[in-house]
């Protein structure tokens, strides 16, 4: 595994393997590893020639009073668990590599997709991670580009700007991995003391709940969001940020749960606000 700090040179490096007709495959991620990042490589590992992993805490997808300079970063874990998972290459450039002196171009996905959920809580949020895959894509010239479904609302973002600006790559959809006792894996986890990591436990139960309710035969939005809302507020000091029942292509609210469906939380568990969701096919 080979780590590079500058992106021309990798780029140079990754243009000469693809017109040797390798393909490359590309997880772009934040640090901080565990085990859902590593599901993403070991399955673009599987599919690609060439595993290209970046780590970058990217600044302009942090709003002013979020957690960017004390997002948990260590660089020396995760060059382990990234040769452990067959990465070729990592991408670890500085702020200054990606956000140069001069830095004027922003991509930003427009409309529905954009409006609720993190959109609505993290002005700039969407911008942020728009303009810094983009970059990330020019860069690291993948064939294909793993997302995890933990954070659903920026896989539809992507696809979105991957199909309005004619990008040329698929970007490849991954399943939420979970502890055993279904809490979503996430980075965000370690400001977690051992209360608020059972208290945690409340996101993926009131989806259990929501997905009873659906298999039970209940269709109303409102009924499912309201008992969500209740199962979480018994934890006191919890607090709310969405609960969203979507159409899981347009992120639209629904009223009547039908078709492809997305249920998705965010709460503030203490410090760090934990976000979860199920996407389900209904009748
Ligand atoms: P991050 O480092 O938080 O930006 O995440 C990098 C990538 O890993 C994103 O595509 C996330 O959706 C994905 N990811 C994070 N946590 C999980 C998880 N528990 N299961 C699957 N993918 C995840």
């Known amino acids: 595994m080979e780590l590079y700090t500058s992106g021309r040179e990798l780029r140079n490096l990754l243009k000469s393997l693809k017109k040797e007709g390798k393909s490359v495959g590309f997880v772009p991620t934040m ?19 060439i595993l290209v992993a970046s780590v970058f805490v990217n600044p302009t997808q942090f709003g002013p009073g979020e957690d960017l300079e004390a997002y948990p970063r260590d660089i020396e874990r995760d060059k382990d668990l ?24 922003y991509v930003d ?37 793993y997302f995890g479904m933990k954070d659903a609302q ?9 199909e309005d600006m004619n990008m040329d790559l698929e970007i490849i ?8 006792d279904g ?39 409102h009924l499912i969001h309201d008992e969500m809302k209740n199962m979480i507020n ?13 159409n899981a292509r347009t992120l639209e609210p629904l009223q009547l749960v ?11 568990v203490g410090k760090p606000k934990l976000l979860d969701n199920i996407r389900l096919e209904v009748e």
Not at 33 to 43: A, F, N, T
Not at 119 to 127: K, V
Not at 154 to 162: D, F, G, K
């Open 258 to 268: 039908t078709g492809d469906v997305l249920i998705a939380v965010a709460v503030w």
């Open 109 to 145: 996905v427009e409309g529905p997709l954009t409006i609720l959920m993190e959109g609505a809580s993290r002005e700039g949020h969407f911008r942020g991670v728009a303009t810094v895959v983009s970059k990330l894509f020019n860069l690291c010239v993948p064939d294909r580009a």
């Open 173 to 180: 959809p991954c399943p939420i991995v979970r502890e055993d």
């Open 183 to 221: 809490l979503a894996l996430s980075s965000r986890n370690t400001y977690l003391d051992e209360k608020q990591r059972k208290d945690a436990l409340v996101l993926s139960r009131s989806l259990g709940r929501a997905r009873e309710m659906i298999d039970g035969g209940i269709r109303d939005a």
């Open 82 to 105: 990234m040769e452990s998972a067959g990465v070729d290459y990592v991408f670890f450039p500085s702020v200054q590599e990606m956000y140069p002196t001069g830095y004027n171009t």
């Open 154 to 162: 920026q896989v539809s973002v992507v696809q979105r700007m991957v």
């Open 234 to 246: 018994e934890i006191d000091y919890a607090k709310i940020d969405y609960i969203q029942i979507v």
């Open 31 to 49: 640090g901080f590893l565990h085990e859902g990042h590593k599901s993403l490589m070991v399955k673009a590992r599987r599919e690609n020639d």
